[in-house]
């Protein structure tokens, strides 16, 4: 019979303070969560760039919800549907817990997330996650609020982000000239690597070679931590509902998705 495999863990001894013990240690889960404890504290905007499949949105909204700081960081997640000015501030208002007047302007939106930041107990930390989706004018719109009531803001998002304001043959009259001075804080992801993988290992207690390999493999193929997403959802699936994933779903999973 094969060997049960536990999907939750308790924590190790060495869980580092900014990553919540659900949460497996890996590298760039750390160094995510150290960012965003700085920024938070220094009130300061930070930039993390890092590929897909490197953990950016996991670690976010992990951090966003852990119960020391749910109530002072907001998490908005960027797409297409949000990237022009008056639908990002909407978006923005009801994750700050701000809600200004139906009908409300631009500038009523932006005072009303003012507000929540200034506030004895409001918003310390603002997340923005899929950030090489947004526009030029959200970056207008967070260069302002920062300007205007300063807090925390950590922009997340794959390389293509920072076109956003680093501009080839700008002019000195690029309004974008002035936003790299105002990042306090850059942290550059990468990839899950053979440590990482090790990590996932332990966290899951995956044990013996041939899962470890199976992991590596999923997270080759498959976009890095989304890999391994995506083999465990299928070992689940083959273990049935409420039932016990076996080593053996593993192996199966992993063949079903190629990445044996």
Known sequence: MSEVIRLTSSSPSNKPEHCPPELCPLTA????HALFATCRRTKQIGVAVGPTGSGKTTAAKAYAAADAYSSEV???RINTTINAGQPFLNKLCA????YPPHGSSKADFLDAIKEMIVRSYGVRLIILDEMNHGSGEIL???RDLWDEARCGVVLLGTPEMENLWV???KSKSD???A???RIGQRLDIARPDSDDVNALCRHYDLNGKRERDMVAASMRKWNGLHGFDRLMENA??????GQPVAAQHLIDAAELTGAL
């Not at 994750?95 to 701000?98: F, H, N, S, T, Y």
């Not at 689940?236 to 509902?241: N, P």
């Open 167 to 169: 501009r080839r043959g």
């Open 74 to 76: 907001a998490y908005l």
């Open 179 to 181: 936003f790299p001075d």
């Open 236 to 241: 689940r699936q083959l273990a049935g509902e």
């Open 175 to 177: 309004p974008f000239e």
């Open 95 to 98: 994750a700050v817990r701000a």
């Open 140 to 142: 207008h719109l967070i």
């Open 29 to 32: 889960y750390r160094e995510l």
